[in-house]
C-alpha cells in the first residue's frame, strides 16, 4: 500500500512537470545547447592546449639556405603545419578573411643578401686588424638594403599569438647568422676548430612536477561535458519551485497534509523523480559528447590528415 502512494506522488509530479513546458525546456533543452556552444567556442583554445597542429602557410621565394633552415625548424616545432600550395596575394586573402591563422613569407635573395652582408663586415673587422684577407675582401663594403620577412595575421589574432610567432622567426633567423658569423670568421682565420659546435653558455631546462608519463590534457568536449552535466542538475530547481508554489495556491499542499498519507511520501515521491530527472539530464548530455562531438572530432582528424596529405 504505502509503495502505491509512493507511485501515485511519483505519477502527479510527472503530471505537474508534463504541464510546465518551460520547465521542460530548462531542464533537458537549454543544458545540451550550453554544452553545444560552449564546447564550439572552446574548441580552439583546448587544441593549442592538447598540442594539436595549427595550419599556417609558408610561402618560399628564397629557396635556399636560410629559407629551408626555417621551414626546416617549423616543420620540426609541435605547434605548425605547413601548407606551401599558395602565393603571397592568395595567402594574403586566406589569412585576412579568418581561414588560417598565420601566413610567412620569405623574401626573394635572403640567402644570397645575408651572406654577403656577413663576408663584407667581416672582411671589415678582420682588416681592421691589419691582417691580409683574399682578393674578395678588397671589394668595397657595399650596402644591402634589409630583407623583411613578411608575416600575415588574422585581424581576430591575439597579440600574444603574435609576439610569439614573431619572436620565434627572429630567433630562427639570429641563430642562422651567427652560425653563418662564426663560418665565415673561420674561413678568414684559417683556423680549424669549428666554431660553431660550441654549445650556449646559458640554456633552458623545464621541471614539471609530473611523474612517469606525460599526462594528457582534456579536450573541450572531456571538460565541458562533465562539468555542465553537474551544472545542470541546478536547473531543477525552477521547475521544482514553480510546482511547489502552483501545490500552495491551488491547496494541493494542505490536502496532502491532512490526508492518511505519510507526508514523507510526498516528499520521497519529488525526490525519486526530479532524481531521475537528472540521471536523464547526465545521460543525454553524455550521448551528446559521445555520439555527436566523437563523430564530429573523427571527421575533424580526417580532414587534417587530408590537408597534410
Known sequence: MLLYKLWRSFVKEI???KR???GIVIIFVMPLLLIVTITLIQDSTFKNLEGSKIPIIFIDKDKSEVSKSIKKELENSKTFQLLTNYNEKSAQNAVFSGDYQLAIVIPENLTKDLNSNIDSKVQTIVSSFG?????ASAKKNVQIKAKEIHLYFDPATNAGFKNSVMNSVNKMVFEIENKKIY???QDQLGTTENLEENKNLISFKEITPKKGE???IPNSVQHNVPAWALFAI???VVPLSINLVKEKS???SVRARISPTPYFVHILGKTFT???ICITQFLLMVAVGIYLFLTWICRSLMLQEKCST
Do not use: P, R, V
Open 15 to 17: 503530471l505537474l512537470l
Open 20 to 22: 510546465d513546458i518551460g
Open 131 to 135: 691582417l691580409e684577407t683574399d682578393s
Open 183 to 185: 663560418k665565415a670568421f
Open 214 to 216: 606525460t599526462e594528457a
Open 234 to 236: 541546478f536547473f531543477i
Open 250 to 252: 491551488q491547496g494541493t
Open 274 to 276: 526530479y532524481l531521475i
